[in-house]
């Protein structure tokens, strides 16, 4: 009896432990001033509740965190306070991080990490994390938090972290100013997030399952105000900008060519939770370089945005329909095709307002305006493009959006004298209903979108429906896709027409009682591409197993059947050579192997290795990595991707190489340097990129840029070529620009 007794008395303390009433904090307002220097000493922290049971969401999400993790949080006015001290229980033991850089991994990091929902609809928030070294990470969260945190947001926001004797503790302090939220409530939705990489253990307040992203909003627990939230004074930052440009194409009879520029962005809070973006003469230069890549598809690639204008709210924008189907992607904002080089350029941008945020609890609005000025060079007229989307949320936590896409010219072709086109624009109009439980095992999606242009010749729409049921050991997948053959997103990105798409998935998940292995996941995939006329065009199977160690290495292999009907000729050695004919099918099979080492180690190094058939011939990859960081000033990384391709005669066969130095340096934590060294056979280029940034005051930078482009051949030969230095010149460029964000 006393045993049994003492059975039940111990589930009720765990128990009680385990749900941490209900998952609540409350929060209270302090009048006395808090120093971040990483020591909680203020009268301020004394008086606050502290949150300690924290329970594991990884390796296992059904028992207490082995390590101890304690929160403390308060506020004032001006905005929100945040303590937090990380227990250690392997001081022997050196914390892992990934250099002194802004915005880390917080999976691949000894990091600390809340997500806020200040709006309570499970949708959208914010969260922010630091590591051991004091090291900033903020992003956005959308979709629910499901797919993780956007990095590529920035505010300001302030912290300091402090490593001592078997701990390493932190203060943080978010500005009201910095995040948007609705006014005159006494509750948001909160949770707390702690990676101690030294074990692979990660652990949160509010339980989270194992198979969802540690951000998911759906888990937050409560924060209760003592009083209402309100906005404190002005919200206005003013982001001007001056650079300096200095370029020489070797090839343009011209030489050296020198260009100054300035201009400025503006962020204007018209409410607490409704925000006004302004440019005006944007630069839009990319100061980070996208990674080069063997393209051997028939298709183009989708790079994502990462220009600051665009970010806040970008979900609003940028998840209309889906990833293949994109009414509007912001990348294609200034983009006109230059017929004299046959590619695609980057134009200038005048200026451009974007509204976006809250209206209130059921609404969100976004609208976008920007124009690009006339181009004579490429016969390119002056052209207006404008977004419009609207927002309103239903049951839980889904929403259905309606938005207009549009593109209009506004000048005349040739002198650019305005003059309202009639006939040239280019418009898309749908709808979105996105849906998600209150849980988030079961999300899904249905669209229907209509492009329009000034011939309407039929077949112009698109639509499709997902649904994605994820438990613990069950993830399946269903998602329909039609493209209509004269759907004509411009400002978008649909790199297929004419389509039918089926696209099914099934996973199985099993999590071993092992002290190695963390779980073995099974998988298999479908995506079939049918004409618009029921004929199968393509079908991609993949059949996967994967294995996750608790030493956070991982294995995969997968076995991979692909049947293609060419509907437009093509040559499979990527050298515009002897073409395969239309109408042609081919059944190919293909295995590929991939090991990631210890990513706590210093060194770590991974490999990707796959090989079969090939339309009618053979290809063999292989993609090498290997990293060395010494913490925390950086880390040197080298990747090596190198295709073969063999093909019966008369097609040739290719060897494409992509080889990839990469060094970051982080003197200190307002001090950056990058050196990336891009060889691309089959894009004949050598590009060098440096770039040296200093972060001078918060969100405020001084960046050095200097690029150089050679040709180079399809094998290293060029590269020992005493002349290839002087003979193989394409061009260079030296960038100075100076950024300050001003706060009003």
Known sequence: MKTKLFIVLFILCFWNGFTQENDTYYINKTDSKIELDGILDEEAWKNCQVLSNFVQQLPYDTSLAQTKTEVLLTYSDAGLYVAV?????????????????????????????????????????????????????????????????????????????KILEGKWQAEMFIPFKSIRFKEGVCGWKMNFARNNYKI????????????????????????????????????ISIIPYVSGRVTEDFSDPEGTQYKANGGFDAKIGITSSLNLDLTVNPDFSQVEVDNQVTNISRFSLFFPEKRQFFIENSDLFGNMGFRKIRPFFSRRIGIAFNPTTGIYEQQPILGGARLSGKLNKDWRLGALNMTTPFNRSISQPTQNYSVLVLQRQVLTNSNITAFVV???????????????????????????????????????????????????PGRQGTNATFFLYNSQKWRLMWNHEYIGRNYNAEVGFVPRLGVYRLEPEIVYRIYPTSKKIISHIFSLYEDAYFSDTFN????????????????????????????????????????????????????????????????????????????GS??????????????????????FGLALDQTEIRLPDPYLDASWTVFGPKMELTVTSKLFFNLFLQYNSQAN???LNSRLQWRFAPLSDLFI????????????????????????????????????WFSV
């Not at 250099?99 to 709006?119: H, N």
């Not at 339980?207 to 002005?234: H, I, M, Q, Y």
């Not at 624009?425 to 996105?434: C, S, T």
Request: charged share 20%; net charge neutral.
């Open 406 to 456: 549009n593109r209009q010219a506004l000048s005349t072709d040739s002198t650019g004298d305005f003059y309202y086109h009639p006939s040239n624009f280019n418009r898309v109009v749908g709808a979105d209903f996105n849906y998600a439980s209150k849980d988030n095992k079961f999300i899904g999606k249905a669209f229907i979108h209509q492009s329009i242009d000034a011939k309407n």
């Open 85 to 161: 001290i990380c227990y250690d229980n392997h001081p022997d033991k050196s914390y892992t991080i990934q250099s002194l850089k802004r915005d880390f991994s917080f999976p691949a990091s000894d990091a600390f990490q809340f997500s806020i929902d200040p709006y309570g609809d499970l949708t959208n928030g914010f969260a922010f994390g630091i590591n051991p070294y004091g090291v900033q990470r903020e992003g956005m969260l959308s979709g629910g938090g499901s797919f993780g945190v956007s990095t590529d947001w920035d505010c300001k926001w302030y912290s300091k972290a």
């Open 705 to 740: 840029v200097y690029t150089d482009n050679y040709y180079a051949q399809s094998d290293f030969q060029s590269l020992s070529n005493p002349d290839f230095m002087i003979n193989g010149k394409k061009n260079r460029a030296l960038v100075l620009k100076l950024v300050y």
């Open 614 to 635: 090939y339309f009618n011939g053979e290809i063999y990859r292989v993609n090498p990595a290997l990293s060395y960081r010494f913490q925390p000033y950086g880390s």
């Open 200 to 235: 692979n253990e990660t652990s949160v307040w509010s339980p989270v399952p194992r198979n969802f992203n540690v951000a998911a909003l759906a888990f937050c627990g409560d924060l209760k105000w003592d009083e209402e939230v309100n906005k404190s004074g002005t919200n």
């Open 536 to 611: 199968l065009i393509d079908a991609y199977t993949q059949l996967s197993y994967n294995i996750n160690f608790f030493n956070t290495s991982s294995i995969e292999v997968q076995a991979k059947n692909i049947y293609t009907l060419l509907r437009f000729d093509f040559d499979p050695s990527g050298k515009d050579s002897v073409r395969l004919m239309t109408g042609t099918d081919y059944n190919n099979y293909q295995f590929s192997f991939w090991y990631g080492s210890d990513q706590r180690k210093k060194f770590t190094y991974s490999l990707y290795a796959e090989g």
């Open 685 to 687: 280029n050598l590009n």
